[in-house]
């Protein structure tokens, strides 16, 4: 299936020279849904590679991780914009192009020695999942992977996760 037709691109949105990828097409589609999660789970849906746990990224990430948990029968837990989790929280910050961000997650979200899978819908700079491994690695995580459904490839956020097997669906 090709997933890409399904995703539709917003000229100059949220600002002027940015073209952003809604996803929201794809995931009213049930057969592009069904086959993205598919696609995203498959590299980690084996005795080697299967996660103990997934952690989707706020926001669309929830929606894709939500799905592939349930798919590979794993726990789910996330990852939020600083001020979100009610619960004790360990925080990471993250530089982006002229600013920083913070993002948190329950200190008791993961496990010392669980095998955990990162879900994101879109890799760009790759700033925001670099601290997600900060994060899942301070706790104690051992990353088995990363998977998106795409990849803005001219950004190069792939080279901060150098470290880790990173799948993406689509490529821009």
């Known amino acids: 299936m090709d997933l890409k037709s399904k995703i539709r691109e917003i000229p100059d949105w949220p600002e002027k020279g940015v073209n952003f990828k809604d996803i929201t097409p794809l995931l009213q589609d049930k057969e592009a849904f069904s086959s993205a999660i ?10 080697q590679g299967k996660p103990d746990i997934i952690v989707g990224i706020d926001a669309r990430g929830f929606i894709l991780s939500a799905a592939m ?6 726990g789910l837990a996330i990852i939020r914009k600083k001020g979100k989790l009610p619960h004790k929280t360990i925080c990471q910050e993250y530089k982006l192009e002229y600013a920083t961000n913070t993002i948190e997650m329950h200190e008791d979200a993961i496990e010392k020695g669980q095998k955990v899978l ?12 670099e601290a997600t491994c900060q994060i899942v690695e301070k706790l104690g995580g051992q990353i088995l992977g990363i998977s998106f459904l795409i990849e803005l490839d001219f950004l190069k956020g792939r080279e ?8 993406s669906l689509v490529h821009y």
């Open 38 to 47: 598919d696609k995203m789970a498959e590299p980690f849906d084996n005795a």
């Open 69 to 74: 948990a349930y798919k590979l029968k794993t």
């Open 118 to 129: 990162l879900v994101d819908d879109v890799l760009a700079t790759g700033g925001t999942m």
């Open 160 to 167: 901060k996760l150098k470290n880790y097997k990173v799948n």
